[in-house]
């Protein structure tokens, strides 16, 4: 969807996407989604 994680090898977990700077404000998003986690 916004590209900003894929799926590790075991396919249960998630990794940052390397191609993730493709999505201008994926930075932004970074930054509220580690908020919301650390909720």
């Given amino acids: 969807m916004f590209g900003l ?3 590790t090898g075991a396919h249960y ?3 940052i996407n390397p191609a993730s700077d493709v ?3 994926h930075l932004d998003y ?5 908020r919301v986690i650390g909720m």
């Fill in 5 to 7: 994680f894929e799926y």
């Fill in 13 to 15: 977990a998630l990794q």
């Fill in 23 to 25: 999505n201008v404000a």
């Fill in 30 to 34: 970074f930054h509220f989604i580690g």
